[in-house]
């Protein structure tokens, strides 16, 4: 009830700095009616409790199998020169988004997915497995940098934490950690044609200097300027970037901007209140799971949000639902220490 009456106020206050501070208030009502629905998907999961270990399995298979096509349709669109399920990255030639909102949005899903994978019991090692491998070519399908990035530092995390994780998956995740620093940077000059564009993208992993990375830099800055008097407390409205700035990352459109960093995102449209109530929010879940599912996820999410803000999309309410009806029979709580059994994974 503390989360729900939370969320229902940064919902009320969202309509208040629309109301006061949007230039056109009309245009972020869509936006509104999102939250409204996702605060009623969070109360519909209220009673997810005896379904919970059934739907995060749900929720990884349904991932990892998106993480399969988006493969695929790269594949198809590399070598064949097939536009199914893929969208423009100049230039680094098509990233899968397969039936998803966008690229970024399905390497986020992935990436959130497979560290809950990572984090819940499966019946044979094999399996989890096969789930990271799924997972890191789905990512790489999507030319999603900071997905990748999250990924790894979340494994990571948990492998440290833990002290625990299955030797291939554990090898795996060093290898793709090694080649973004030290392997894909040496062969970018001459790696095939077909694969120069990926290679290309990866190899800038972390390039806020140039390209994307220097543009949303610029949006951030932007956003910072915006900022004075009133909006620190208050916030300029829902959603209303864009209707101040346009699209940085596509020069010379009329598109409308938007912040894809998601703290940057929230201050600015309602302010340090609703950073104060989406803060309780976190603390409430935070206490409701075990150190290292919070840490790792909350790693991995506020990383993908660099990228692009999945706060509007139903993976963020479910994941809140599903941590807070957490038990002490459930999966989660299975792993507040290390799995010795051949069945963990």
Same mark, same amino acid.
């Given at each position: ?20 501070? %949007? ?266 799971? &075990? &150190? ?30 599903? %941590?807070? &009806?957490?038990?002490?029979? &459930? ?15």
């Amino acid at each position: 009830m503390q989360v729900l009456a939370a969320l229902t106020a940064f919902l009320v206050l969202n309509i208040v700095s629309t109301a006061l501070q %949007a230039p056109d208030p009309g245009r972020s009502v869509s936006i509104l009616g999102w939250i409204a629905l996702d605060i009623a998907l969070f109360a519909a999961l209220a009673d997810i409790r005896p379904y919970r270990d059934q739907m995060i399995r749900i929720g990884v298979v349904t991932s990892m199998f998106a993480a399969a096509l988006a493969v695929v349709v790269e594949a198809l669109a590399t070598f064949a020169g097939t536009t199914i399920g893929v969208q423009l990255d100049p230039p680094f030639g098509h990233a899968a988004y397969v039936l998803s909102y966008e690229a970024n949005t399905l390497a986020s899903s992935i990436a959130i997915w497979a560290v809950v994978a990572a984090l819940v019991r499966w019946p044979r090692r094999g399996i989890q497995y096969a789930l990271q491998l799924l997972a890191i070519a789905g990512i790489v399908a999507t030319h999603t940098r900071a997905a990748l990035i999250g990924y790894v530092g979340a494994m990571a995390l948990i492998a440290v934490w833990r002290r625990w994780l299955p030797i291939p998956v554990l090898a795996t995740i060093g290898v793709v950690a090694a080649s973004l620093v030290f392997v894909v940077p040496l062969v970018t000059p001459s790696a095939p044609s077909t694969l120069q564009p990926v290679v290309s993208k990866f190899s800038h992993a972390l390039d806020f200097k140039s390209g994307n990375g220097l543009l949303r830099v610029r949006s951030w800055k932007l956003a910072a300027a915006d900022m004075k008097g009133s909006a620190y407390f208050l916030g300029l409205g829902t959603n209303s970037y864009g209707q101040r700035h346009l699209f940085t990352t596509a020069p010379g459109t009329t598109i409308p901007g938007y912040l894809g960093n998601l703290p940057l995102q929230i201050m600015y449209d309602v302010g340090i209140l609703g950073v104060v109530l989406l803060a309780f929010v976190v603390a409430v879940v935070a206490r409701a799971t &075990s &150190s290292i599912t919070w840490i790792a996820l909350g790693f991995v999410y506020l990383t993908c949000s660099i990228a692009t803000s999945i706060f509007w999309f139903s993976l963020t309410w479910i994941l809140i639902a599903l %941590a807070l &009806s957490r038990d002490d029979s &459930s999966t989660d709580a299975s792993l507040r220490a290390p799995c010795t059994t051949t069945q963990a994974a």
